[in-house]
């Protein structure tokens, strides 16, 4: 059952979406398996750039059913544009189909999310506002609507009623705001159950039915691993299971229909909204090289990223977390322009090495922040976003990648240098396609 999952193993806009795009092109499958409209995956074409937040990344191609899984939260205004923006520029959309599972992102959650991040103050996490940490609440505490719910409008109505006087009652008591109108919003949201009801199905028994029959499934998360419920920098994170192991929570299937796992990385590391970051770069010339060469800005809400050099002490433990057997570095092309790149390889307590990743925040935070041990390696001043085979890269580039090899003990099976889908350099040709053709 040849089955691929490909995993981001940073704080996410690792390039998975470019990454996923071009992996798919010999799927009969690529399903979406957890998160919501609060992140995006970029794909550049030519001249031509898609943002995908809530459509798995092999839509650009018409043979690929994608499916938006059961793990996934989505926000059907949201949805329902993003279909329309792809038909508006040829692309044929019906092969998108939506698990019934799925839950749904209401009004009252993006309300929620703002509202808390507000009286959150300085301690706020830094949300998109896309309300997704509220559905996922909703999910969890058992009252969430479902996209199967659309299907049966007299549920819908009962279920909408009674979450939305359970949500007003919050608005009102505890963040002293407006209440919402139920009418509105169950008049807005038929119509999109409305669009949306050709696309729904079982997907559980469809992807059944696909390994059944040896299709070829490619899974694709959101956010990545450093940003996972239980495994991430907690409370920084999102609130789903962003790892590897998230696929069979997200998706319905179990953890022996997996074949590859594999992980995405930049070459240096970046970070949106609050949280640690032990190897952010403070000067601001570097960063700023780094921000606008990288075009590091958020594909949802275009907020500046914060920009770091690649954490091996971190990326160790996400390959570790996620079972990770190949690797895939991305964005090598922007720190061409530098005359040193530093790399972490150690943390540091006190004077005293810390033996693997904390668990504990507070090692992580500014205040009892861990020193982050450096090497450094010598830029190579050469654009390299024309070349396709290794061999060609310079030398101390060469360098780079191969100290990351060692360090983490993995084959990296590919390198990203620019943004174009056919901007790589395929590291390990035999294992490349021997996992994807």
Not at 129 to 143: F, L, S, V
Not at 270 to 293: A, L, Q, W
């Amino acid at each position: 059952m040849p089955s691929n999952v490909i995993v981001g193993l940073q704080w996410g806009d690792e390039g998975k979406g470019k990454i996923t795009d071009l992996l798919s092109k010999n799927s009969d499958y690529v399903i979406r398996y957890q998160g919501g409209n609060n992140s995006g995956h970029s794909i550049h074409i030519k001249n031509r750039y898609f943002i995908l937040h809530l459509i798995p990344s092999g839509v650009i191609y018409p043979h690929i059913k994608c499916i938006i899984g059961p793990g996934v939260v989505i926000d059907p205004k949201s949805l329902i544009k993003e279909i329309k923006d792809l038909e508006s520029i040829g692309i044929n959309t019906s092969q998108i189909l939506i698990a019934k599972r799925a839950h749904i992102t209401m009004p009252y959650h993006r309300l929620l999310d703002e509202y808390k991040e507000e009286a959150l103050g300085d301690r706020s996490i830094g949300t998109t506002h896309r309300g997704i940490g509220p559905t996922y609440e909703d999910k969890i505490a058992r009252i969430g609507i479902r996209i199967l719910d659309f299907l049966n409008l007299k549920i819908f109505y009962k279920k909408l009623k009674d979450n939305i006087n359970y949500k007003n009652y919050i608005f009102k008591k505890i963040y002293k705001k407006k209440p919402l109108s139920f009418n509105s919003i169950y008049e807005e949201y038929i119509e999109y159950a409305k669009i949306l009801y050709p696309r729904i199905i079982d997907s559980v028994y469809e992807l059944h039915e696909a390994f059944k029959k040896g299709k070829k499934i490619l899974f694709e998360g959101a956010q990545a691993m450093l940003l996972d419920i239980n495994y991430g920098t907690y409370p920084y994170v999102t609130t789903s299971s962003t790892s590897t192991g998230g696929v069979c929570i997200g998706t319905g299937i179990p953890p022996t229909f997996l074949k590859n796992f594999i992980g995405v990385a930049k070459s240096y590391c970046t970070r949106v909204g609050s949280g640690p970051f032990p190897t952010e770069i403070n000067k601001n010339i570097i960063r700023d090289i780094i921000r606008k060469k990288g075009n590091e800005y958020g594909s949802t809400t275009k907020r500046p990223r914060r920009c770091g050099w690649l954490d091996l002490v971190s990326l160790q433990y996400s390959c570790m977390i996620n079972d990770i057997h190949y690797l895939i570095i991305t964005k090598l092309d922007v720190l061409s322009e530098l005359e040193f790149i530093k790399v972490c390889i150690e943390y540091r307590k006190n004077g005293k090495k810390l033996p693997y990743f904390p668990a504990n925040i507070e090692y992580l935070e500014k205040e009892e922040q861990v020193e982050a041990i450096y090497i450094d390696f010598p830029g190579w001043k050469k654009d390299i976003s024309h070349i396709h085979e290794y061999e060609n890269l310079p030398k101390n580039c060469k360098k780079y990648i191969n100290f990351i090899e060692s360090y983490l003990k993995l084959e990296i099976l590919l390198i990203s240098i620019g943004s174009e889908r056919n901007q790589n350099v395929i590291k390990n040709t035999s294992s490349f396609f021997q996992i994807f053709s």
